[in-house]
């Protein structure tokens, strides 16, 4: 059996680029490292490692090894962590990251409630669209909205519920321009979108209630990458838009905006959590995962 500690030693060389910087983050000697390493390569009959005076690289032995290696790493730091918290209530930090749109729409109220239950575990919420690589960024839980759910060898994947984006409208501007009864109808209306092409173009791909496809090319007025945004120009009267249905239900129910062409929409998408296997043995990461599903899971928690 190989020696725990040389797959950590090569593991941290191999992620941090170099034996210096390996030896810094360790309080290791850097001969030390290198002589482990080279151990370790002569144990193993293979050689792991690309050596030169300005780059290290890995050799296709050593890519495959790493993922091992930083494997056993990280799974006997998650169970210290875990036998650590064992007779003490959940706490730490917990690094959480979602889109804006989840953010508002309800996240923001709930977890203030799960900080209160567990008052010693403190929330590192990072809010943003861009996707999140979860081991490179030390993220804890990533909530996500996606069309579908991607593989992974390193990820746990847990699913909310799903979320169906609408079209709406300011009241005012279908009073104005006339109904929306069929797709066709959309071409007198005025539109913003998320993106644009080099000509200015855009297109919706809505669904009907019986399966019947529409594809909508249209010129948005205004293009904005924010939903918050578009939402908040959608109130304005400025043109239909296309809004995640958990976040202008309120401005429906309110008459504030109006479902342009109900039952017709994107095909749904899938509200999930992903997680590193290793951190949900972590009390504190494990107790907002229980919580979130609790809480934020099915039609029934009103964020979807």
Not at 111 to 122: C, K, N, Q, T
Not at 183 to 209: H, Q, V, Y
Not at 236 to 250: D, F, I, N, Q, S
Not at 273 to 299: K, N
Request: some cysteine; overall charge neutral; hydrophobic content about 45%.
């Amino acid at each position: 059996m190989q020696d725990l500690n040389d797959m950590v030693f090569f593991a941290e060389v191999a992620e941090r680029g170099g034996f210096a910087a390996a030896s810094r983050a360790l309080g290791i000697p850097k001969s030390r490292l290198s002589r482990r390493v080279a151990e370790l390569e002569e144990r193993l009959g293979v050689q792991l490692m690309q050596r030169s005076t300005r780059r290290l690289s890995l050799t296709p032995a050593g890519e495959i090894f790493l993922r091992h290696s930083a494997a056993v790493r990280d799974a006997a730091q998650a169970a210290t962590e875990a036998v650590a918290q064992v007779h003490t209530d959940p706490c730490g930090t917990v690094r959480l990251s979602c889109p804006i749109t989840i953010a508002h729409s309800g996240l923001a109220q709930l977890l203030p409630r799960f900080m209160e239950r567990y008052p010693a575990v403190r929330v590192d919420l990072r809010v943003m669209n861009r996707p999140v690589d979860l081991i490179e960024e030390g993220i804890d839980i990533a909530l996500r909205v996606r069309p579908a759910i991607e593989d992974s060898t390193t990820l746990v994947a847990k699913v909310l519920g799903t979320s169906r984006a609408v079209l709406v409208a300011r009241p005012e501007l279908l009073q104005r321009l006339g109904p929306v009864r069929t797709p066709a109808d959309l071409e007198r209306l005025p539109t913003t979108a998320m993106s644009a092409n080099g000509e200015g173009r855009s297109e919706w791909r809505l669904e009907g209630p019986n399966g019947e496809i529409h594809v909508h090319v249209h010129t948005p007025r205004c293009v904005a990458d924010d939903l918050v945004t578009l939402q908040l120009v959608a109130l304005e009267g400025v043109g239909v838009t296309l809004l995640p249905g958990y976040m202008c239900r309120a401005d429906v129910e309110a008459g504030r905006l109006v479902q342009v062409l109900p039952g017709w929409g994107p095909a749904p998408v899938i509200a999930h959590m992903v997680f590193p296997q290793r951190r949900a043995l972590v009390p504190a990461v494990r107790q907002l995962i229980d919580f979130l599903a609790e809480h934020m899971s099915g039609s029934q928690s009103g964020m979807y």
